[in-house]
């Protein structure tokens, strides 16, 4: 069962992530903001599972890789759960909208790089679980610790004010297209990666 969910949650990932990149192509908020959700459900799952089948001198880096993807899941659903609900389903206040409506680049917008920069040192973590046994590990390994990398633009990133309501859409666009090709083949690499555990 534990290596099942192992395997399942990284096929939802990459479906996810998927979803994500072809609703943003295709200027799709609604599409975005839900497959964004089941990233991140899936990614704690996913952190779960290193974190398990980690062997005993690796099971601290998994267990800091399971905290980390508990906390970005969290920010995650409250970001693009309030953006399904609240900003979509109600008038809001020119006030309200300009903190709440990620398209403004507000706070909420700001919380969603701060979850990814937290959700960035998980997958940094989770790669410190990888033994190295296989190409496919080998790939795996460095994908995640080098995705750890992204931590750093997420977090400075809103604390220079880079990003704005006026900016040019296909510049964020472009640069998300770019995290889905990356984090792709993680979902895909993930689930191999598990289908080789024993329970």
Not at 16 to 45: K, N
Not at 113 to 121: F, K, T
Request: aromatic share 18%; net charge positive.
């Amino acid at each position: 069962m534990n290596r099942k969910i192992g395997m399942w949650s990284s096929v939802v990932n990459a479906i996810a992530v998927i979803s994500f990149a072809i609703s943003m192509l295709f200027d799709f908020t609604f599409g975005s903001y839900f497959s964004s959700m089941f990233i991140a459900f899936s990614f704690v799952a996913m952190m779960c599972g290193y974190a398990y089948f980690a062997e005993k001198e690796a099971k601290l880096s998994g267990y800091v890789s399971m905290t980390f993807a508990a906390v970005y899941t969290t920010i995650i659903l409250l970001v693009y759960f309030t953006q399904l609900t609240t900003v979509r389903l109600n008038d809001l206040t020119q006030q309200a909208t300009a903190l709440l409506d990620f398209q403004q680049c507000g706070l909420l917008f700001n919380y969603d790089l701060l979850g990814y920069a937290v959700m960035a040192l998980a997958t940094f973590f989770a790669g410190l679980t990888i033994k190295q046994q296989t190409k496919i590990d080998k790939w795996l390994k460095y994908l995640l610790i080098i995705h750890g990398v992204f931590f750093i633009s997420c977090l400075i990133a809103p604390m220079l004010g880079l990003f704005k309501a006026d900016s040019s859409k296909w510049i964020g666009v472009a640069v998300l297209e770019f995290w889905c090709l990356y984090f792709c083949p993680i979902g895909i690499l993930s689930y191999l990666h598990f289908k080789k555990c024993k329970e």
